[in-house]
């Protein structure tokens, strides 16, 4: 499809930059199908979830790589493969439920049957009933398997791409991405809860609002007001060279949270009369606030993305891999993986569970995320052929210190246009 079939909405770009960007691409159906073939079905890793969510032969665990339903397995050999969880026959889905364990993946609608590799083994009443019937002489099993995904590994992170020619995972990644995921997963991981969080809204403003650290300390006002995330603080952007990957990050305040007179860098907050800069908000648990350095370099804040799909989180001992679903113009789902690690102490397992209220539909911190992509939908009608302005920090998409950008936004822009020819 060339840039010229778009609808009339998002039939090219205002200009060469990544400024300003048309509300045309949120609720535009062909520009919806371009992104399932493009993006999520073209030579990009998307994540599927954890190495560890599948640990045993046979075990299974029901995902998606955009809004495709796969099937991750451990096979019999004890390496895990990915199919498309649809049946060949007559296209139902073939796995209901979200984790099991199967010999073989049976469809309940005509009981056709597949290995763990996606072979067809199984045609019920192939050869027919009383010499009747049955499948023809030329009928053959193995032009009738499941759609297969590449695999990938890192750090216990499962990827997977339907492209076979996608490039390697590390380097589709880049140095500075592969190393801040192996920062947050450095051992064996142990997973702590799941939640599903559906969002009224596209599935790129989700992407989008990860990726900004403007709106963090101005919408969010658990964050600010007790010091876990001010543009003040100490931390920066990184933007790999494709520009769909990044990394915000951050140093909690060392000033006690319950003197928020005594923290620094608050100035220019208080001149802007925000909002979200309310110290009569007090809390009434502050073992919530605490925390180990387990990391060992001062970070108490990290939000990684990995293009189209994946935002790997660190808020003090709150870790969460979150997988971006779409279904839709119009919804996304969040699908969130609370993890700790194996070696976990008690104390460390607790205040990972206590840390969890942070995040998630109704968290501290991120409840309000839930709202804000919703309101930019709802606002699209009569939009027309505008734009929305993304100038923060300049007009560029490459790593920067200071946290008052959108350098990253333009960076998803920037790999999003590439791949979408756009």
């Given at each position: 499809?060339?840039?010229?079939?778009?609808?009339?909405?998002?039939?090219?770009?205002?200009?060469d930059?990544?400024?300003?960007?048309?509300?045309?691409?949120?609720?535009?159906?062909?520009?919806?199908?371009?992104?399932?073939?493009?993006?999520?079905?073209?030579?990009?890793?998307?994540?599927?979830?954890?190495?560890?969510?599948?640990?045993?032969?046979?075990?299974?665990?029901t995902?998606?790589?955009?809004?495709?339903?796969?099937?991750?397995?451990?096979?019999?050999?004890?390496?895990?493969?990915?199919?498309?969880?649809?049946?060949?026959?007559?296209?139902?889905?073939?796995?209901?439920?979200?984790?099991?364990?199967?010999?073989?993946?049976?469809?309940?609608?005509?009981?056709?049957?597949?290995?763990?590799?996606?072979?067809?083994?199984?045609?019920?009443?192939?050869?027919?009933v009383?010499?009747?019937?049955?499948?023809?002489?030329?009928?053959?099993?193995?032009?009738?398997?499941?759609?297969r995904?590449?695999?990938?590994l890192?750090?216990?992170?499962?990827?997977?791409?339907?492209?076979?020619?996608?490039?390697?995972?590390?380097?589709?990644?880049?140095?500075?991405?592969?190393?801040?995921?192996?920062?947050?997963?450095?051992?064996?991981?142990?997973?702590?809860?799941?939640?599903?969080?559906?969002?009224?809204?596209?599935?790129?403003?989700?992407?989008?609002?990860?990726?900004?650290?403007?709106?963090?300390?101005?919408?969010h006002?658990?964050?600010?007001?007790?010091?876990?995330?001010?543009?003040?603080?100490?931390?920066g952007?990184?933007?790999?060279?494709?520009?769909?990957?990044?990394?915000?990050?951050?140093e909690?305040?060392?000033?006690?949270?319950?003197?928020?007179?005594?923290?620094?860098?608050?100035?220019?907050?208080?001149?802007?009369?925000?909002?979200?800069?309310?110290?009569?908000?007090?809390?009434?648990?502050?073992?919530?606030?605490?925390?180990?350095?387990?990391?060992?370099?001062?970070?108490?804040?990290q939000?990684?993305?990995?293009?189209?799909?994946?935002?790997?989180?660190?808020?003090?001992?709150?870790?969460?891999?979150?997988?971006?679903?779409?279904?839709?113009?119009?919804?996304?789902?969040?699908?969130?993986?609370?993890?700790?690690?194996?070696?976990?102490?008690?104390?460390?397992?607790?205040?990972?569970?206590?840390?969890?209220?942070?995040?998630?539909?109704?968290?501290?911190?991120?409840?309000?995320?839930?709202?804000?992509?919703?309101?930019v939908?709802?606002?699209?009608?009569?939009?027309?052929?505008?734009?929305?302005?993304?100038?923060?920090?300049?007009?560029?998409?490459?790593?920067?210190?200071?946290?008052?950008?959108?350098?990253?936004?333009?960076?998803?822009?920037?790999?999003?246009?590439?791949?979408?020819?756009?």
């Open positions: 499809m060339s840039a010229a079939s778009i609808h009339p909405a998002t039939e090219h770009w205002p200009n930059g990544l400024t300003h960007v048309p509300y045309g691409l949120y609720n535009d159906e062909a520009i919806y199908e371009r992104e399932r073939e493009r993006l999520f079905m073209g030579p990009t890793w998307n994540v599927l979830g954890l190495e560890c969510e599948v640990p045993n032969p046979g075990d299974y665990k995902t998606f790589l955009g809004d495709v339903p796969v099937v991750l397995v451990r096979g019999k050999d004890g390496t895990l493969k990915g199919l498309e969880n649809r049946c060949a026959h007559r296209g139902a889905l073939l796995c209901l439920e979200r984790f099991g364990n199967a010999k073989a993946f049976t469809c309940v609608y005509h009981a056709w049957s597949y290995d763990h590799d996606g072979n067809l083994v199984g045609v019920a009443f192939q050869n027919g009383k010499g009747e019937g049955g499948m023809p002489d030329d009928f053959r099993r193995e032009e009738h398997g499941l759609r995904l590449k695999i990938d890192l750090s216990g992170l499962v990827f997977g791409s339907f492209d076979p020619n996608v490039p390697p995972l590390e380097t589709y990644l880049g140095a500075d991405i592969v190393a801040r995921i192996r920062r947050v997963l450095p051992r064996p991981v142990k997973v702590l809860g799941y939640y599903t969080q559906t969002m009224r809204n596209n599935w790129k403003l989700y992407a989008e609002n990860v990726k900004d650290p403007y709106h963090a300390s101005i919408l006002l658990f964050f600010t007001t007790f010091r876990l995330n001010r543009l003040s603080q100490k931390g952007i990184i933007v790999d060279e494709s520009g769909g990957h990044h990394v915000s990050y951050s909690m305040d060392k000033k006690p949270a319950n003197k928020p007179d005594e923290a620094a860098g608050d100035s220019d907050y208080e001149a802007a009369r925000l909002r979200a800069d309310d110290d009569s908000i007090g809390l009434k648990e502050p073992a919530l606030l605490g925390g180990r350095d387990e990391f060992d370099d001062g970070i108490t804040l939000i990684l993305t990995v293009f189209p799909n994946l935002v790997l989180q660190q808020v003090r001992n709150s870790l969460v891999v979150r997988q971006i679903v779409p279904k839709g113009l119009d919804r996304t789902d969040i699908v969130w993986t609370n993890y700790g690690f194996e070696d976990d102490d008690e104390e460390l397992a607790d205040l990972r569970l206590m840390q969890s209220n942070f995040i998630g539909p109704a968290g501290y911190i991120s409840m309000e995320d839930g709202a804000v992509g919703a309101f939908q709802r606002a699209l009608p009569g939009t027309g052929g505008e734009t929305s302005v993304v100038m923060m920090g300049g007009d560029g998409a490459a790593s920067q210190e200071s946290r008052a950008t959108e350098t990253s936004i333009r960076g998803f822009w920037k790999a999003y246009r590439t791949m979408m020819d756009i």
